[in-house]
């Protein structure tokens, strides 16, 4: 006997008409590339997404095709979310931190039709514009007083502002299949070309069910967040939809993403909650140590997208009174898939107990599921010390590439992440590191994470980065390429001394080496493969 409820499937659109019905007056506030403030409502946003959805019928953009945008978190970024998966068509999300040859690949491989940008991104679209044939059209993200003056584009610019003031805002949301396509975004790429992740509608709203729940980023009507994670990379970890399912106040920070601007936004709006990577939180962190100042309204912070030190949890929560919520996923998850959220238990626990939970990625949302195998595919045990390989499968977990139709990189039905992980009787699971950036040292297994976090606790060190370096004996040996503070005196042997007897003796790194920076990728992780091929033969080389 089959149940006797309605049906109606989970569409994007769906959500933006919720946030319109019934949380119409809640703000939406944005740090514009233009420079000034720009604030409107909920309602605001469903009518100018209408009037963009007539518009791109207009230019003849049909169900499936894609939509590209070069764009920093903003209003129009928001309305462009909705107005293109809300009509059928499908949303694509494009790196700018991508080197130019992986943009204008991506943009052939997803065959845009038309790519709106931000004015701050000019200079990229003229020089990606010669290197493909797919989109006629570009649009530039503003309004007809600061539309640029282009020469030599040999496609048709238009504006983004015209384009809204040329329709009007009677648009029906079509009733789409929910498993037909809603947006796209490619992985970083950092080696290999880019791949693409196909979201669906249902894939998409059932991400922002699991990521809103208490126990994952625990988001409602009373919070005001600001993603500082890119709305170009991953949908922003869901935050866009999940404000609109919840009812959020929502915070833009444009394209100013330094730690003075971010600490001046999140008093001025009073944010609660604000999610990004650690790269982004240290200079917020650094700003708020040299002034002086205070967070009067942020309760917590979501961190992900690389391993949160515990020097950084400790900050926010003993000086600051900011509650650290550790997150990990990837693109081919939505991005959401586990999120350090404590039981009862972990509360009873002493603080540097607490903070060695923290330390790890979390537990599974509802919705996914995880396990980790050995290198035979046979399941381990959850005992928080034998490590393996981390699948995943779920609701939004991808099943193949876009474009791949012939292939697919799933086993038995579970997606290999590419990390190496443990997870403990409580179901917390830490990755100790990337398959591909294991440290594998007279045989044994060394995680560079953990060297990594240890390093990271000493007050000199800014940043950590621990890679395998070729050994005449042991073929591979943890080398620590730190970043110290200005000003710092600082030595390699002050710092091993500082490592030594936190870690098993053996893991010790053999050497330090001071550098000025460390390379970022499109998405803010560290490069460790850059790192490898400049310091790899340090050991054979002394």
Known sequence: MEGLMMQQPLLVASLLMHAERHHGTQEIVSRRVEGDIHRYRYRDLAQRARRMANALAGLGIGK???????????????????????????????????????????????QDRVVFFDLT???????????????????????????PQVHGLSVELMCYEDLIDLHDDVFDW???????????????????????VLYSHRSTVLHTYGAALPDSLNCSARDVILPVVPMFHVNAWGLPYIACMVGAKLVFPGPALDGRSLYELIEAEQVTLSAGVPTVWQGLLTHADATGG??????????????????????????????????????????????????????????TDQYAVQAKQGRALFGVDMKIVDANGAELPWDGNVAGDLLVRGHWVTRQYFGNDDTSPLRDGWFPTGDVAKIDPDGFMQITDRSKDVIKSGGEWISSTDI?????????????????????????????????????????????????????KWWKPDAVIFVESVPLGATGKVLKHQLREQFGNHYLSA
């Not at 942020?298 to 003993?318: D, E, K, L, N, S």
């Not at 240890?454 to 005449?472: G, S």
Request: with cysteine; proline share 7%; net charge neutral.
């Open 64 to 110: 499936g095709e894609r939509v590209g945008t070069l764009a920093w978190n903003g209003y129009r970024h928001m309305e462009l979310y909705f107005a293109v998966s809300g009509s059928g068509s499908v949303l694509h999300t494009l790196n700018p931190r991508l080197h130019v040859d992986q943009l204008a690949y991506i943009i052939e491989h997803a």
């Open 294 to 351: 205070t967070f009067s309204s942020m309760r917590h912070t979501v961190i992900g997208g690389a391993p949160c030190p515990t020097a950084m949890t400790a900050a926010f929560q003993q000086r600051h009174r900011v509650d650290v919520l550790h997150a990990w996923g990837m693109t081919e998850l939505s991005p959401v898939g586990t999120v350090c959220s404590f039981k009862t238990a972990q509360l009873s626990l002493p603080m």
């Open 174 to 196: 079509p009733l789409l299949d929910e498993n037909s396509a809603s947006s796209l975004c490619y992985t970083s790429g950092t080696t290999g070309n880019p791949k693409g």
């Open 452 to 504: 990594e976090n240890i390093a990271y606790l000493h007050p000199d060190v800014t940043a950590a980065v621990c890679i395998a370096a070729r050994h005449p004996k042991w073929d591979e040996r943890p080398l620590l390429l730190i970043v110290k503070k200005p000003d710092s005196e600082l030595t390699g042997v002050e710092l091993l001394d500082f490592i030594d007897g936190r870690i098993a």
């Open 121 to 147: 991104f000019l200079p990229l679209i003229e020089s990606v514009a010669p290197r493909v044939k797919s989109p006629k059209v570009f649009v530039a993200m503003t309004d007809r007083a600061h539309m």
